[in-house]
């Protein structure tokens, strides 16, 4: 059953894995690999933490290398880094803000120095601020969440597009607020919606390339976004989170892990411009 969260908040976006309370699970012990991507090369912005750790320990253990992207949790990184390793995967860490497009390109050159190649990108760094009223927010907030999850995605999938061969993966990390909507979300809904036209728009022009494109619709999900977007706002909204869902709880990262690892390997050969939802029972239309 649902362990229950206390309500709590982080100061700072992005927030960080060691102040959740209680910690996040990003896959669970009994998950078994089985070598669904022996061999690939994978690249994930905001893989230090939350849903990105979880899809980077998923891919080891299934048997691709790991590069991570990430803003400045060094800490997160380093731990995550780790258990990559652990899973006898190589692994790389880039400091940068996706936000720019150098900071992008020189993430995919490392990334295919580092590995010799790439195969499976996954777009799904991210910021979300909460603002009740359209007026309370400013220039700089409505333009952040464009930059970095919007452009993000597109620097990042260019940068890696001339490196990505026949079966390869592009994954962008959307939202429930895509297609529901939040009240108090409504520049981060913007941008989790215009990935979903981004990935259809890309998935179309790379099919005969035999590149998959896709979308995963993540619904509430136990990762340090939460206490640092809804926190400040509010720490009992933070414990509330997932209640309203038919499940009746939040998720972890350990439960959105296993669709990415669908998406980037050949079990999604015939699956492409879609979007899988991992949400706990919300019925959305699209
Ligand atoms: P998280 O805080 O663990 O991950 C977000 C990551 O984005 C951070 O680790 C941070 O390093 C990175 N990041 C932020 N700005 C960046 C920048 N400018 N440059 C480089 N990296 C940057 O939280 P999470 O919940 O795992 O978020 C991952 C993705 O999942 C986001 O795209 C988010 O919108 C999406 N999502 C999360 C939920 C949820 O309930 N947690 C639900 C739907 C969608
Ligand atoms: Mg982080």
Redesign the pocket.
């Known amino acids: 059953m649902a362990q229950s969260i206390p309500p709590q908040s982080q100061d700072h976006?992005?927030?960080v894995?060691r102040l959740l309370q209680p910690q996040a699970e990003h896959i669970r012990a009994d998950y078994r690999g089985s070598g669904k991507l022996k061999g690939r090369r994978a690249l994930i912005?905001?893989?230090?933490?939350?849903?990105?750790?979880?899809v980077a320990l998923h891919f080891a253990r299934e048997g691709a290398d790991v590069a991570i992207?990430?803003?400045?949790?060094k800490e997160?990184?380093q731990e995550t880094v780790r258990l990559i390793e652990a899973e006898g995967a190589k692994a790389l860490a880039i400091r940068?803000?996706?936000?720019?497009s150098e900071?992008c390109d020189a993430a995919v050159a490392r990334t295919v120095e580092a590995f010799g190649g790439l195969d499976v990108v996954v777009?799904?760094?991210?910021?979300?601020y909460v603002s009740e009223d359209l007026t309370d927010i400013d220039d700089a907030t409505w333009q952040?969440h464009m930059?970095?999850?919007i452009n993000?995605y597109f620097y990042i999938a260019r940068a890696a597009l001339p490196h990505l061969g026949k079966g390869s993966a592009i994954i962008n990390?959307?939202?429930?607020?895509a297609f529901a909507g939040n009240k108090a979300l409504v520049a981060?809904s913007t941008?989790?919606a215009a990935?979903l036209g981004f990935t259809r728009a890309l998935a179309l022009q790379l099919a005969e390339r035999n590149i998959r494109v896709n979308a995963v619709?993540?619904?509430?999900?136990?990762?340090?976004?939460?206490p640092?977007s809804w926190g400040p706002i509010d720490p009992q909204a933070v414990a509330d989170?997932g209640k309203d869902t038919p499940l009746g709880r939040?998720?972890q990262?350990s439960e959105?892990g296993p669709a990415y690892v669908y998406l980037a390997s050949n079990d999604a050969s015939y699956v492409t411009g879609q979007t899988v939802h991992v949400?706990g029972g919300m019925i959305v239309n699209g």
Do not use: F, H
């Open positions: 976006q992005p927030g894995e912005t905001g893989g230090d933490s939350g849903i990105g750790r979880a992207v990430y803003l400045e949790e997160d990184a940068g803000d996706v936000s720019r900071t777009n799904n760094a991210g910021v979300q952040r930059d970095v999850n993000g990390t959307s939202s429930i607020n981060y941008t989790k990935e619709a993540p619904g509430p999900i136990w990762t340090p976004l939460q640092a989170l939040i998720g990262p959105m949400n």
